[in-house]
């Protein structure tokens, strides 16, 4: 399983973003976004669950970024709006089965991508 993501870059407060993640391999029942800034642990960002059709997202990001799937194509993208400085990070995408009370960490998540760096400038 390989999981590539894209679209990362530099933008200015208020700007958009979108981020692409496509995944090689069977199709997993969540497919998620993660984010690691500077010094700090990796957080849960967003997630699309397959087994109960949901979509779950952090109280930060709630209201400015969507996530969406295509499983025909495997992948997996994160709309980001009204960015942020607070915003920048490392994002990954990330693929597995996990547990309805897991979808949000990061331990139910097996496969990993490798990343996309985001930059918000004030």
């Known amino acids: 399983v390989q999981l590539q993501a894209s679209g990362g870059g530099l933008v200015q407060t208020g700007g958009s973003l979108r981020l692409t993640c496509a995944a090689s391999?069977?199709?997993?029942?969540?497919l998620g976004w993660f984010r690691q800034a500077p010094e700090k642990e990796r957080e849960f960002v967003a997630a699309?669950?397959?087994?109960?059709?949901?979509?779950y997202y952090s109280d930060s990001v709630k209201g400015r970024f969507a996530i969406s799937r295509d499983n025909a194509k495997k992948v997996v993208y994160l709309e980001m709006n009204s960015l942020k400085p607070e915003d920048t990070a490392v994002y990954y995408c990330?693929?597995?089965?996990?547990?309805?009370?897991?979808?949000?960490?990061?331990?139910?998540?097996?496969?990993w991508g490798q990343g996309t760096e985001v930059t918000v400038s004030s």
């Open positions: 699309d669950n397959l087994g109960n059709h949901r979509k």
């Open positions: 990330a693929a597995g089965d996990p547990i309805l009370s897991y979808v949000s960490r990061s331990e139910g998540y097996r496969h």
């Open positions: 391999g069977r199709t997993f029942r969540s």
